[in-house]
């Protein structure tokens, strides 16, 4: 089951704070966070754990919610080059990992 | 290696002919994963591997679509008969055990005419 990004599109001011949300219909083992930037792979940002490990870099936060199967990407003091588009996966304890449809951040100077 | 690497980067075909999309993933990483891009869209899960075997082909979109895995490496996607719909970016990642990070390779662009 693919998980339900929201909003579709954002469009910041440099400096400014942004959140993009994820969730899903199923309960879930762990969830990750990837930007792809325009004719790119898409690049790890963290990964969240069932149980309450995190890994990622070390200026993007990030909560998941077990319960409401849903997570939280938070991007603070927003820089040009967070551009691009931001991918929440879901896996659901088979390490099958599916993808929202991704959620378009542009950053303004 | 020392990412994933997919090859061709680039793949212009005839409708109605045959493809082998290759990916390389990282050494050591026993979980492979096919996703389809097209155009401005998401990730389509396609197919993902555990060593050699797949758990899960569901999201392969017609049975014109096929993978395969061999010692726990190379993975190669088949597509016959192309057809038009399927010009798209593939995309494949690995990751260790697979419950950590995926690594994503550049992708292979195919286009269909």
């Known amino acids: 089951q693919q998980p339900v990004q929201s909003p579709q599109a954002v469009i910041l001011r440099e400096g400014e704070d942004a959140v993009i949300n994820c969730s899903s219909s199923?309960?879930?083992?762990?969830v990750h966070w990837y930007r792809q930037k325009h004719g790119e792979a898409p690049v790890f940002l963290m990964i969240l754990l069932k149980g309450g490990e995190q890994k990622g870099h070390e200026k993007i936060s990030a909560s998941f919610n077990e319960k409401k199967q849903q997570s939280s990407l938070y991007l603070t003091a927003s820089q040009l080059s967070y551009s691009g588009t931001y991918f929440c996966?879901?896996?659901?304890?088979?390490?099958?990992?599916?993808f929202g449809q991704g959620t378009r951040l542009t950053i303004n100077p | 290696g020392a990412g994933v690497s997919q090859s061709p980067s680039n793949k212009v075909t005839e409708k109605g002919k045959d493809v082998e999309l290759r990916c390389d993933p990282i050494?050591?990483?026993?979980?492979l994963y096919w996703y389809r891009q097209s155009l401005g869209q998401g990730l389509e899960f396609l197919i993902y591997?555990?060593?050699?075997?797949?758990?899960?082909k569901s999201g392969l979109p017609s049975d014109r679509f096929s993978a395969e895995r061999t010692g726990g490496s190379v993975s190669t996607l088949t597509i016959q008969r192309t057809q038009q719909e399927d010009s798209a970016v593939y995309l494949c990642a690995s990751s260790y055990i697979g419950r950590g990070e995926a690594f994503f390779g550049q992708g292979t662009r195919l286009t269909v005419v």
């Open positions: 050494s050591g990483h026993t979980a």
């Open positions: 996966g879901t896996e659901g304890g088979a390490q099958k990992l599916v």
């Open positions: 199923k309960a879930l083992y762990s």
């Open positions: 591997f555990q060593g050699n075997s797949a758990p899960d």
